[in-house]
């Protein structure tokens, strides 16, 4: 008579080890959706992968069972390979996107745009409704702190609900619009061509556009342009993902002067693209380099694009420079891959470094200056967030101290605001609210994935990474949703913009533009 054979121990221990390793990793309060993500299907294809082995390697099973095993396991995976392909990733936590081979592309082109140069004569003359408009001449608001202090929104939107003014297909990638006189400019990717384009704020209508041959492409990031125009004084800046740096003529589009930064300097690009918003002020163009480690800011004579200075010794990351008064000394502060540096304006001499959070993950997230002295930091990917005191040293240096550090606010792609004493942004994805003097997270709540944020007087408009837009209350009592439009229906890690009442949202496929209540 045969004794039948038992459950075998060693599967049994690697389902449950699975399970509990699971089971632990989502109950982790402060673990990274990005991070949880990974290891939730990482986990479960090293059990697959375990199992497998012992398969092979038992003697429960006849050898010829386990060639036949073997050779099932192998036709399936040469299958799929054969028959899936990525599709850039389903969301910021930058899992792939797996889809048929066969299968039409996710991401559907936008018509080409040609290079044209616009007649002043032809630019719309102006609109009465642009007295409710308001200028935003360059990336993450009109002072590059993320808030709009004069709007007054109205906080209720069921009975005065936004009003769609148009909506139209777009160029690849990931710029934000810049506004200034009722002309809204940004940057895309249409075929082979990187285009900087000019759109009328009121109506959508293309206004010029300038091409240049270029076409940054990454699985995870996707294709085209990262940055934003800056416009200043009639002309416009634009930094594209592969290096090259424009100033036009903002009403027609007309050429004045080009650089091919990485290309002048030897740089490599970085992994996901170029991105930092150039900030320009007195006679000076700022932007951030690329590979390897070495100068990360490069200047350049605003007027002519001759190079002013170059300097640094860290890595280009995501960020974009800021110029800040802090400890009484005037420096442009850029969030690079090892250190928060800063930098004179006038030589490029630094005069600041504080290392944080390590150079192994990408920093996308502004510095927010808190205080004459006070500066607050955040990142994604483990990197958490810390608040920092400058003060001045006898050299002519700044030298910086941690004041408290912490997990409560992980910014990823999005950048927190200041109101009061405390900031909001979304910390994994969540909208939360912390407090400056502590440290102390005092909410969070909704899940808005990798998505971003504006603080437009006390209220938060918040972008969806999925594409709804949000309106939320700026308060330290708790969350409150106020508002919401089903603004878009894909990914979309462009940060929102609004013009005085008119907001304009966007990702890599479409644009719309909302005339919103005000009080």
């Not at 800021?322 to 001499?349: E, F, M, Q």
């Not at 997230?365 to 990142?379: K, Y």
């Amino acid at each position: 008579m045969n004794t039948p054979k038992r459950f075998p121990r060693i599967p049994l221990v690697i389902i449950l080890v699975t399970i509990g390793s699971m089971v632990f990793v989502r109950s982790l309060p402060e673990f990274e959706r990005n991070l949880k993500s990974w290891l939730m299907a990482g986990i479960p294809l090293l059990s697959s992968l375990l199992l497998f082995l012992w398969f092979l390697f038992t003697k429960r099973y006849t050898g010829r069972t386990r060639l036949i095993g073997l050779a099932i396991l192998t036709v399936l995976i040469l299958g799929l390979k054969s028959a899936v392909r990525v599709d850039g990733t389903i969301d910021g936590t930058g899992a792939p996107n797996l889809v048929w081979k066969w299968s039409a592309p996710n991401q559907p082109q936008a018509p080409k745009i040609e290079s044209s140069v616009a007649d002043e004569s032809l630019v719309p003359v102006f609109d009465p409704r642009l007295v409710d408009a308001a200028d935003v001449p360059q990336f993450f608001g009109p002072t590059r702190d993320g808030t709009m202090k004069e709007t007054k929104l109205a906080r209720e939107w069921k009975t005065t609900p936004p009003k769609e003014l148009w909506r139209q297909p777009i160029g690849q990638g990931w710029s934000a619009y810049s506004v200034v006189k009722g002309l809204a400019y940004t940057q895309e990717q249409r075929g082979e061509d990187e285009l900087i384009t000019c759109y009328d704020l009121l109506s959508g209508k293309l206004i010029w556009a300038h091409a240049d041959k270029a076409h940054f492409s990454q699985w995870q990031g996707g294709d085209g342009p990262r940055a934003t125009p800056t416009i200043d004084q009639g002309k416009l800046y634009a930094f594209g993902a592969t290096g090259l740096l424009n100033c036009l003529d903002a009403a027609t589009g007309k050429p004045i002067w080009q650089r091919s930064v990485l290309t002048e300097n030897k740089l490599t690009n970085i992994e996901w693209g170029v991105s930092a918003s150039p900030l320009v002020f007195e006679d000076k163009v700022i932007i951030t380099g690329g590979n390897p480690k070495g100068p990360v800011l490069f200047a350049y004579q605003r007027e002519t694009g001759e190079p002013l200075w170059k300097a640094g010794d860290d890595q280009a990351t995501y960020a974009s420079p800021i110029l800040a008064t802090i400890a009484g000394k005037r420096v442009i502060l850029s969030n690079d891959a090892k250190a928060l540096n800063g930098y004179d304006p006038t030589t490029g001499a630094v005069v600041l470094t504080h290392v944080w959070g390590g150079d192994k993950w990408p920093k996308a997230s502004q510095p927010v200056i808190i205080s004459q002295d006070q500066i607050f930091l955040s990142a994604g990917y483990g990197m958490g967030c810390q608040l920092i005191r400058i003060k001045a040293e006898t050299d002519g240096k700044l030298k910086a101290e941690e004041v408290w550090s912490g997990m409560k606010m992980k910014t990823q792609f999005n950048s927190p605001a200041l109101l009061g004493g405390h900031l909001y942004g979304l910390d994994d994805g969540r909208l939360a609210c912390i407090d400056i003097a502590s440290g102390d997270r005092l909410w969070k709540e909704g899940r808005f994935a990798s998505g971003q944020s504006l603080l437009v007087g006390d209220l938060i408009i918040v972008q969806n990474e999925s594409g709804s837009v949000h309106l939320c209350a700026a308060k330290t009592q708790g969350f409150e949703e106020l508002g919401k439009i089903e603004a878009l229906s894909s990914k979309t890690w462009n940060h929102p913009v609004l013009a005085g009442r008119y907001l304009l949202v966007r990702n890599d496929r479409e644009a719309v533009c909302y005339e919103l209540p005000v009080k």
